[in-house]
């Protein structure tokens, strides 16, 4: 074993985890060479490197174009022996590969030429050949990209934008998801936590550049336009559900050209986006463009009609040779408090409240309300209830702020509404009279050891007991599942958590053809990881559907073990100077948004769009597996 | 405003500056190739790499904004190195016909060859030799003496707003050319040649030049364009007497060196046997092609009596006038008051309208 990758804490890395079981001899990549097997050819594995380096460069910067190229040919002089002119040739060139490049790509594929040049006369001695001839596999990822659940281009629609490439770059993106307009308002952008620019000042605003692309759009006067194959003779497909997975996966299906029926037991498509997030964080003209541009491919969404009650699961499994459940989790979870099931008029679980709100049926009103739960749901029920004129919102949270599931931003927005937070307390009773809600009992916490979630456990402090006056009540600390339309349906395995149990890769339920994904499978989670399950529900349907089999591909793989070997290093050392600060998107001010339920975030102008992805440090990053 | 050091002497500028432009304050001089002060900066060339104190990597200083106590070094060894490293590899792939090169005298790649005192590429890159394109009137495009500067992608887009060329293909083979591979006409190119303008090397030249004289042989000439009345300030480069090509004069105040195709490519009328140079006046009955040469006074003098005529005869409103785009504002607006003031009609129109 040889390795000379080193991580940021300056630790060789020598871990080489296998390929869907199968053993690397040799990795070469972005932070040199990890060689397991010393029978490795190795200058014949370099040349490979350059080779796959060069068909990924854009060629836009010298040193990359010319120089990666440079090293190719000086490599496959040295194959004629060992001429040390022509490695101090190729060190000099390496050196400007690295320290010149314009991005990671380039600046990163020069490590592999110097390492083997630093250990030349330990690589130079392996015995080449010894294990056989060799099988490469070049494989390319970005941080950011690797860490985007629906692992979107990003790098690539970065720099489309930077380049005034809209109509790519949006192209780029719909690769991935239909949802530009969506994901760029209402994204967590796990991305952002592993963009190195934030290692050096700040990270790229990625959610920010989704968003502004996909207005840049609408801008210009034209509607969300999607590519791809449209019906044809392929079978038809049933979808459960139009939230972000069961769209992602109809969207999918639809430009492989399968003709897909999804059915949506509400009168609106969006599922949680639709009623769940408050349109004054996604306005609902954005969302419902982009649900007709998936229509336009095809795809048809049966409205009002639940499964289990106006068609019958057994009744789709006949009809539809795949079915998707993508059904979400539209159900509260309880607190578990006396009262709670009394029928209080002003007592409204979290999920309910919103759905009412924004399908247009009726939400009980007064001057106070309080939530109760840290979660975006919890903070989206106290933020809708400034919108609808409650003069007090209080926000009830059993542990304290650094612990709220919540977005950072979420929270410092319902402060800046006047949301009135009440940190480590409890509810554990709630007062009624004559049927109706009066307040809450409510208990402080103080936090003990850590629980399985790595939080600390919040227990009650006997004796600090308190009554807390508001009129409505509304609990948001959980989501659960209706799994009742299923009733009956052999072989489809429920979890602890009352979620459906599925192939982690694959989705594939023990059903054959029934397939699973979104919150229904992940539990309460984001948009972005309702898309990725989508997108790859579709790819095991369109296997199912042509071969009959379903089974992990070749990038699910690749992703498995990127993710094992790791492409971001949270204490890399980037080396560039910092003080370019992130562009901020424009936002209404409190006053102007309290007036109704408006967009809050304005998004970037077409300079500070622009200007943003200047930013963007293009971390591609080439390595060559070797077999 | 954002206060650095660069060499050694403090600057303060306005916070989004770039470094580029804060040491051109004062005087620094950093090599550019893909750096158009028109065009937004992308950092593609990498020659204006320069070294930021406590940072590892050095920075392109065309795209990178200042930052407060930001410690620049425009020339370090190791910076003049890289800079001569990075020509030599332009130089690798690009053909070494400067000898006959028409962009000879007039090369960004030559001048900063010249400047880093590169005498030739150090290697030579492997790359296929691609077909000179002589497919339209116009524009000579010879791609292997692209060096991918991009100006020519971002002239289109930024300030033609056409985005007819992009940069195709990956790696070494990596080169500026046509969204549509058939040529420019299928990319929609309007023939503006503002690319050629911006194209630091050879690559794109103009096709009535060609083999009509070297840079320093041409003289130039400051002129404006006669095809409407926006007054482009154009170049022309003269030899013998005989205008063998125009480029735009870089006037911030009207067209920033920009031009249209009829100013840019539209010039064979000026040495046209065909074209009027001094006013002529009908002998005989008309249709009959006879003409003789007059002075302007004897011309303008027959045109005053015979409006006067008319008018005294049939009244003014048997007379119309009609005016030029070619004209300015100023002269199209004489020419109504001389309809209206001075012959009294309103039978006033313009060509433009037509």
Redesign the interface.
């Known amino acids: 074993m040889l390795s000379t990758w080193r991580s940021g804490s300056n630790a060789y890395k020598t871990s080489l985890p296998p390929l869907g079981g199968r053993p690397l001899r040799a990795f070469i990549g972005w932070g040199g060479i990890i060689l397991k097997d010393a029978g490795v050819d190795l200058l014949a594995a370099l040349k490979e490197y350059y080779r796959a ?11 990359c ?6 090293i190719l ?1 000086i490599l496959e002089k040295l194959s004629e022996g060992d001429q040390s002119a022509l490695r101090r ?1 190729l060190k ?2 390496a050196l ?1 590969v690295q ?4 991005c990671e790509l380039g ?1 990163s594929a020069a490590k592999p030429a110097l390492d083997f040049l630093d250990n030349f006369d330990r690589l130079a001695s392996s015995a080449p050949g010894e294990g056989g001839p060799a099988e490469y596999k070049a494989v390319v990822a970005a941080p950011c990209m690797q860490r985007c659940p629906a692992h979107l281009d990003i790098p690539r629609y970065m720099e489309c934008t ?4 809209f109509r790519e770059g949006l192209d780029v993106i719909r690769e991935s998801t239909a949802l530009a307009g969506v994901l760029g308002r209402v994204c967590v952008h796990p991305c952002e936590d592993h963009c190195r620019r934030g290692l050096v000042d700040e990270p790229l605003a990625i959610r920010g550049i989704k968003r502004f692309l996909a207005d840049y759009e609408l801008g210009r006067g034209r509607r969300p336009r999607l590519d791809g194959a449209r019906m044809n003779g392929r079978p038809p497909v049933a979808v459960i559900g139009a939230g972000p997975a069961g769209l992602s996966c109809a969207y999918q299906l639809a430009r492989r050209g399968y003709k897909v029926t999804v059915y949506e037991a509400l009168p609106v498509a969006g599922g949680m986006l639709a009623v769940g997030i408050p349109p004054y964080r996604l306005p609902r003209d954005i969302l419902q463009g982009e649900i007709e541009a998936i229509k336009e491919l095809g795809v048809d969404i049966q409205y009002n009609t639940r499964v289990g009650r106006e068609i019958s699961f057994k009744e789709l499994l006949q009809s539809y040779r795949a079915v998707f459940i993508a059904t979400g989790l539209h159900e509260s979870a309880r607190m578990g408090v006396e009262g709670e099931t009394a029928g209080y008029e002003g007592f409204v679980p979290g999920v309910k409240y919103l759905r009412n709100l924004n399908l247009g049926l009726p939400v009980p009103r007064g001057k106070s309300i309080a939530v109760v739960g840290g979660g975006n749901v919890a903070m989206d029920c106290a933020r809708s209830s400034v919108r609808l004129g409650f003069e007090e919102v209080y926000l009830l949270y059993r542990r304290s702020r650094a612990e709220m599931p919540a977005n950072e931003c979420e929270v410092r927005d319902a402060e800046a509404e006047g949301v009135k937070f009440y940190f480590q307390v409890n509810p554990v009773r709630i007062v009624a009279e004559d049927g109706k809600v009066k307040g809450v009992e409510c208990v402080r916490m103080e936090l003990g050891e850590p629980d399985a979630s790595g939080r600390r456990r919040p227990v009650p402090v006997p004796g600090s007991e308190f009554f807390l006056s508001c009129e409505v009540l509304v609990p948001a600390i959980g989501q659960v599942a209706d799994l009742s339309f299923l009733d009956g349906m052999e072989g489809l395995e429920v979890t602890k958590g009352g979620t459906l149990a599925v192939d982690p890769v694959t989705l594939a339920t023990k059903v054959p053809g029934v397939f699973a994904g979104g919150d229904i499978v992940l539990g309460p989670r984001t948009v972005v990881e309702a898309v990725a399950q989508g997108n790859r529900a579709a790819l095991s349907i369109d296997q199912y559907l042509t071969s009959g089999k379903v089974k992990a591909g070749p990038q699910d793989l690749v992703d498995a073990w990127l993710k094992e070997f790791g492409v971001f290093d949270a204490v890399e ?8 600060p992130r562009k901020e998107e424009k936002a209404a001010p409190v006053e102007e948004r309290l007036q109704d339920f408006r967009e809050v975030e304005l998004g970037f102008d077409f300079d500070d769009g ?1 200007a943003e992805t ?1 930013r963007c440090l293009r971390c591609y990053r080439v390595g060559l597996m070797v077999f | 405003m954002v206060t650095l050091t660069i060499d050694g002497r403090q600057v303060a500028v306005p916070e989004g500056t770039t470094i580029l432009e804060a040491a051109r304050r004062l005087d620094i001089r950093i090599p550019t190739l893909c750096y158009h002060p028109l065009l937004r900066p992308l950092g593609y060339c990498r020659l204006c790499l320069v070294a930021v104190e406590g940072a590892g990597k050095p920075v392109t200083a065309c795209n990178t904004p200042v930052a407060e106590g930001m410690v620049v070094h425009t020339s370090t060894p190791e910076i003049e190195e890289w800079r001569k490293g990075i020509i030599e590899m332009l130089l690798s792939q690009h053909p070494a016909d400067c000898l006959t090169c028409e962009k000879a005298g007039d090369c960004d790649l030559q001048d900063c060859a010249y400047q880093a005192g590169v005498k030739g590429p150090a290697w030579k890159a492997e790359v296929a030799s691609l077909p000179v394109l002589r497919d339209n009137p116009f524009i000579v495009r010879d791609y292997n003496k692209c060096i991918v500067c991009g100006r020519c992608v971002r002239v289109c887009l930024e300030v033609q707003g056409n985005a007819a060329l992009e940069l195709v293909g990956r790696g070494i083979e990596t080169k500026a050319g046509t969204v549509d591979p058939a040529g420019l006409k299928e990319a929609g190119c309007v023939f503006c040649g503002n690319c050629l303008q911006v194209c630091p090397v050879g690559a794109l030249t103009e096709r009535a030049g060609e083999g009509r004289g070297r840079e320093w042989e041409l003289k130039k000439v400051r002129s404006i364009c006669s095809y409407c009345g926006v007054g482009c300030n154009l170049t022309l480069y003269v030899k013998d007497g005989k205008v063998v090509k125009v480029k735009g004069y870089e006037n911030p105040e009207v067209n920033n060196g920009w031009l249209c195709v009829k100013g840019r490519f539209g010039f064979d009328y000026i040495h046209s046997p065909d074209r009027l140079t001094k006013p002529l006046i009908r002998e005989g009955a008309r249709g009959s092609g006879n003409f003789r040469e007059a002075t302007w006074e004897e011309a303008l003098d027959l045109v005053a009596r015979e409006l006067r005529e008319i008018k005294e005869s049939h009244g003014p409103d048997v007379l119309g006038f009609l005016c030029s785009a070619k004209c300015t504002n100023e002269e199209n607006y004489l020419l109504q008051k001389l309809a209206r003031g001075v012959m009294g009609t309103n039978n006033v129109d313009h060509c433009a309208r037509l």
Do not use: D, H, N
């Open positions: 380096v060069q068909r990924e460069s854009c060629g836009r910067c010298v040193p174009r010319v120089g990666t190229k440079l040919q040739q000099s060139i400007l320290q010149g490049s314009k600046q930077q380049e005034v490439r050392e980037v080396g560039l100077p910092s003080g370019w622009v200047a």
